[in-house]
């Protein structure tokens, strides 16, 4: 199939397309790497009047450290990311998941900003950017806002972005020393989108008990935050036991989705093993790190 007959905008600086954005609102779609627009403009199952094409921003495509805190600019592409020794040393979870992403060739067109804001149930970029406790910067002719992740994603492919704004920055805090990260999914094929998925973060004090544990994990309507699971977790010493108990409480945590590809507590029972395995290497990781 082909899609429905649009204008198409291209605007040359950030301004302008703020401008097309407040101009157009929800009759406008953005482009940027169209992994997920183009096939769904194809099928038909989005029919926007305009579509504003910004891959001429070059000034949202950047990667630099300011303070603490990683700056990715929305425009940036996964590949970019992936190559970054920048962001392996400062956000190393999101060199591990990116790499989970599809296809190379698919990393190569796809921006960061772009998986976001399309925000699939199953991506690795809002289920670790939500790990992380990343912010974002969003942009409008009004002013700018900056949104927690955990505010920012809604379920089912939907954002708390205002018609009128563009996601302009993704902002994350920079690993502290001592932290040990994981992550595992799993899909039917390589470049599958997962069935479910964990990632975690885990500091351990001198005596090698857990001071802070981030846990997120997909296999629902939406990426989660494991609250319930991290408690279970701080001030403990991460025993086999500890962690099994853990993951217990984060597939308790999870609402999984049923579909063709799996059940609910089919994917109720991968949060618990992708979990188990995600804390072990972050466990691990940690203790390399002391």
């Not at 592409?77 to 790499?99: F, H, T, W, Y």
């Not at 949104?147 to 089912?156: A, C, D, R, T």
């Not at 954002?159 to 001592?178: C, F, K, N, W, Y």
């Not at 975690?200 to 989660?224: F, K, P």
Request: proline content about 5%; some cysteine; glycine content about 6%.
């Amino acid at each position: 199939m082909k899609p429905a007959p649009f204008v198409l905008d291209t605007p040359t600086s950030v301004p302008e397309a703020l401008d097309l954005l407040a101009e157009h609102g929800y009759d406008a779609k953005i482009l940027a790497g169209g992994q997920s627009l183009v096939p769904m403009l194809n099928f038909r199952l989005v029919r926007p009047d305009h579509l504003i094409d910004i891959n001429k921003l070059t000034e949202l495509a950047y990667i630099r450290l300011e303070g603490d805190h990683l700056a990715l600019g929305a425009l940036t592409r996964q590949a970019d990311v992936e190559d970054s020794a920048l962001v392996d040393e400062n956000a190393p979870l999101i060199s591990m998941a990116i790499k989970n992403i599809a296809h190379r060739q698919i990393r190569n067109r796809g921006t960061v900003g772009g998986s976001l804001v399309h925000n699939d149930p199953s991506a690795e970029m809002p289920l670790t950017l939500l790990c992380l406790g990343a912010e974002v910067r969003l942009a409008s002719v009004r002013g700018t806002r900056t949104v927690p992740v955990s505010e920012f994603i809604l379920p089912w492919l939907a954002t708390t972005a205002e018609a009128d704004e563009l996601l302009v920055e993704i902002r994350i805090p920079v690993q502290q020393s001592g932290t040990g990260i994981g992550f595992h999914e799993l899909a039917r094929r390589a470049g599958d989108f997962a069935l479910a998925a964990a990632a975690t973060t885990v500091r351990l004090a001198a005596d090698g008990t857990v001071v802070e544990a981030s846990l997120a994990a997909c296999a629902a309507r939406v990426a989660q935050k494991l609250p319930t699971a991290e408690a279970a977790l701080v001030g403990q010493v991460p025993s086999d036991e500890v962690i099994a108990a853990a993951a217990a409480a984060a597939a308790g945590e999870v609402d999984p989705v049923a579909d063709i590809h799996a059940d609910a507590d089919y994917r109720r029972h991968l949060v618990k093993v992708l979990t188990t395995r995600a804390l072990r290497d972050a466990v691990d990781n940690a203790k390399e790190m002391k």
